[in-house]
């Protein structure tokens, strides 16, 4: 997740046109997510993403990590949790109508990598099933004021142990993070 110095992932009127995607930031992500079994997104995030992925690395002056990214977009398996999408739904997609505990733990349990999650609302049920076991947060070098916040407050605790961080040339800094394993005495 994308998230402002000041803790949002968009602007109020859904504005992303602040993230710092460089070339270099780019491609460490699209290492990241190259290796997904899957991606994980709501109706709004998949509908953008599908306006604009399939065809990127055709684009005129698209080229290097957004037309790599274009393919691992198009080929990686696609979850979108909607009410409201048609059950049927393109470029490698499957359509869940919720979010179930026992669905997702066995979805986690397949073999093939990792599953990456977005969106701030759909993380929050993750979140609060206990679904999320890493948190990958890209701290862009801008504070916009207001907006949508990465996380909604919450009476769940969540203790987290830092793994790793990166400083990218643009400024924004990436920290990654996993649920803390418990005490044998907690």
């Given at each position: 997740?994308s998230?402002?110095?000041?803790?949002?992932?968009?602007g109020?009127g859904?504005e992303?046109?602040?993230?710092v995607i460089?070339d270099?930031?780019?491609?460490?992500?699209?290492?990241?997510?190259?290796?997904m079994?899957a991606?994980?997104?709501g109706r709004?995030?998949?509908?953008l993403?599908?306006?604009?992925?399939?065809?990127?690395d055709a684009?005129?002056?698209n080229?290097?990590?957004?037309?790599?990214?274009?393919?691992i977009?198009?080929?990686?398996?696609?979850?979108?949790?909607?009410?409201?999408?048609d059950?049927?739904?393109?470029w490698?997609t499957?359509v869940m109508r919720?979010?179930?505990?026992?669905e997702?733990t066995?979805?986690?349990?397949?073999?093939g990598?990792d599953?990456?999650?977005?969106g701030?609302d759909?993380?929050?049920s993750f979140?609060?099933?206990?679904?999320?076991?890493e948190?990958?947060?890209?701290?862009?070098?801008?504070?916009?004021g207001r907006?949508?916040p990465?996380?909604?407050?919450?009476d769940?605790k969540?203790?987290?142990r830092?793994?790793e961080?990166?400083?990218?040339r643009s400024?924004?800094?990436m920290?990654?993070y996993r649920r803390?394993?418990?005490?044998?005495?907690?």
């Open positions: 997740m998230v402002s110095l000041d803790g949002y992932v968009e109020p859904r992303i046109d602040w993230h460089d270099e930031l780019h491609q460490y992500i699209n290492d990241r997510l190259g290796a079994g991606f994980l997104c709004v995030t998949h509908q993403m599908a306006d604009y992925w399939p065809t990127a684009e005129p002056g080229s290097g990590p957004t037309v790599e990214f274009a393919g977009w198009r080929s990686t398996p696609k979850i979108v949790f909607s009410r409201t999408m059950d049927r739904a393109e490698n499957t919720r979010v179930d505990l026992d997702i066995a979805l986690k349990q397949q073999p990598g599953l990456a999650l977005s701030a759909l993380a929050a979140r609060a099933l206990g679904l999320v076991d948190y990958r947060i890209y701290v862009h070098p801008v504070l916009i907006g949508k990465l996380f909604a407050p919450t769940a969540a203790d987290l830092l793994v961080n990166r400083t990218f400024g924004v800094v920290l990654h803390a394993e418990r005490s044998a005495d907690e």
